[in-house]
């Protein structure tokens, strides 16, 4: 894995949050989260970026009041710190141990903001297809942590899939979402 892949899969991801985000006319919609808007949704994929974000000492602007801003400020930054090679190597220190920028994000922050753009769909009746290179990584990572991804508590327990169910389908039901 190089800083260039995972900012081009970073890109690719963002680009697709971005129209689900653009496309949004209700905030207020429920979501495949318990509990969760629409606009929680985006909150949330934008505090996770500021979290990561922070480790490298960057400082998002706040928007509260504008979802759209926020994921734009987010997302410009996280992209920038992927495309810039002594950001993207510098290591960090999240709660799971040191590693590079990249490796943060290219499993972190991907996969959040990868998962959460099909809740948004889901929940504002746009498309919900995901990229497909971004999945298959997602899927073979997340596979292989498998249990210790729900030990956190930040997903549900797996549902299971159709058996003709596509890659996406096993990821988002591994996940806990039901497709």
Request: glycine share 6%; hydrophobic share 45%; charged share 20%.
């Amino acid at each position: 894995m190089t800083g260039r892949e995972v900012a081009g899969r970073y890109g690719a991801i963002a680009r697709g949050m971005t129209a689900r985000v653009e496309a949004c006319t209700d905030w207020s919609m429920p979501t495949p989260c318990p509990e969760w808007t629409a606009r929680d949704i985006v909150d949330h994929v934008v505090d996770v970026h500021r979290r990561a974000l922070a480790l490298l000492g960057t400082d998002l602007p706040p928007h509260a009041d504008d979802p759209m801003r926020a994921w734009s400020a987010a997302s410009a930054a996280m992209f920038a710190a992927l495309q810039d090679p002594t950001q993207a190597t510098r290591v960090v220190s999240p709660r799971f141990g040191d590693m590079p920028f990249e490796q943060l994000a290219s499993r972190m922050v991907c996969s959040d903001a990868l998962v959460h753009t099909w809740d948004l769909a889901r929940a504002t009746h746009q498309d919900e297809h995901l990229d497909a290179g971004a999945v298959e990584f997602a899927w073979t990572w997340m596979q292989g942590v498998g249990d210790n991804l729900r030990a956190s508590g930040d997903f549900g327990p797996p549902v299971d899939p159709p058996p003709d169910a596509d890659i996406q389908t096993r990821l988002l039901c591994f996940l806990g979402r039901a497709v």
